[in-house]
């Protein structure tokens, strides 16, 4: 059994079709349909169910499938560890970002990433909190970027909090609430209010409003203020995009509470500051379980202050344990 051959039994399951697994192989079809015939000969079991239009695992290729990507996950493990060992630092990393990220330039860490360790394959994904905690610990995703309520804690995985938020309300341009001559402000001279005070005029106004899907961690926080206000609010709009719930407010349609990071630069809406309202902590989030030299590497480039403080190299360690956490403004609040 050879590992290309579980890469061609992997390539036809994710594609469904020999054609599509050949090319991205970048084999010739009878190439790869004679080498899974193979594989099939030596286990004497059959992978997949054929006709000329349709192809499926069959019960033993279901069975297969898991730990064929173990196998291949495994070897390139084991190449990168090979490379590490040299300083170069190549393989594959699964990064995972909430919709909301506003502590730490992602593009710019990556494009710094990329140039100091061009040989990694990067994935992004994008999801929950929640969700991105399960799949490190799961080992389906190296790093993530997290935002949760500050009476959430961190669980299960390793995690270095980045910058904490008091979140606002966004309301379109014009809004009563939006400020003018003899409206209270808040510290940064922006409209401010309570919470219970934006649920009046949002629904005097014939409003709602828009927010996270319930139970998501993104939702949670702001659930959480208005409970404490003793503050009932109906939310009419859930969406997971950030966008969309702008578009929305700028319609008039709604009133959001985000993170004020996100309202730079976008025209129509407008910020006011909540006095009672929630506050977001950001975290970088990784599993402490033998983390990949790529997972180390890119913690370095999104967290220095903690990697500095490490006594050994990443490339030798299976541990990222920074010692004490990072000055606040590093990375700008999220």
Do not use: C
């Given at each position: 059994?050879e590992l290309?051959?579980?890469r061609y ?11 599509r697994?050949?090319?991205r192989c970048r084999v ?8 899974i ?7 004497g079991l ?12 069959t019960?033993a290729?279901?069975?297969?499938l898991?730990?064929?990507r ?6 390139e493990?084991?190449?990168a ?15 995972g ?6 502590a730490v330039?992602?593009?710019a ?6 140039r100091a360790h ?9 999801g ?6 399960a799949?490190?610990?799961?080992g389906?995703l ?6 949760l ?11 270095l909090?980045?910058?904490?938020e ?5 309301v379109p341009?014009g ?17 401010a209010?309570t919470?219970?005070a ?11 409003f828009?927010d996270?899907?319930?139970?998501t961690?993104g939702r949670?926080?702001?659930d959480?203020?208005?409970a404490r ?15 969309l719930l702008l578009?929305?407010v ?13 309202l730079?630069?976008?025209?129509g ?14 975290y ?12 180390l590497a890119?913690?370095?480039h ?7 403080a490490r006594?050994v190299?990443?490339?030798?360690s ?7 956490g ?5 990375f700008?609040a999220e």
């Open positions: 059994m290309q051959q579980m039994v992997v390539a036809v399951a994710e594609t469904g079709n020999f054609t697994a050949a090319e010739v079809q009878s190439a790869l349909s004679h080498q015939k193979a594989l099939e000969r030596e286990l059959t992978l997949f169910a054929r006709t000329s239009r349709r192809v499926e695992l019960a290729g279901e069975a297969f898991p730990a064929a173990a196998s291949l996950a495994a070897a493990r084991a190449k560890e090979a490379s590490a060992a040299t300083g170069e630092v190549r393989g594959s990393l699964a990064v970002l909430i919709p909301t990220v506003t330039d992602v593009p860490a990556l494009a710094a990433f990329h061009p040989a990694v394959r990067i994935s992004l994904r994008g929950g909190s929640d969700a991105f905690v799949a490190i610990a799961a389906t190296d790093v993530a970027v997290l935002g309520p500050e009476e959430t804690p961190v669980t299960g995985v390793a995690s909090e980045l910058a904490r008091e979140l606002v309300a966004v341009e809004h009563v609430l939006a400020g003018g001559p003899g409206d209270s402000a808040g510290a940064d001279g922006t409209p209010t919470l219970a934006l649920a009046a005029h949002v629904e005097g106004g014939g409003a709602t828009a996270f899907p319930a139970g961690p949670e926080q702001s959480l203020a208005f206000a003793g503050v009932v609010r109906e939310v009419a709009f859930e969406a997971l995009d950030v966008a578009d929305l700028r319609a008039g349609l709604v009133v959001a509470i985000l993170p004020r990071g996100l730079a630069g976008e025209p809406v407008r910020a006011v500051a909540l006095r009672d309202g929630p506050t977001r902590v950001s970088l989030a990784w599993s402490t379980f033998n983390p990949s030299p790529a997972a890119l913690l370095g999104l967290a220095p202050a903690a990697v500095s006594a190299p990443p490339s030798t299976g541990q990222f344990a920074p010692s004490g990072l000055e606040r403004g590093v700008g």
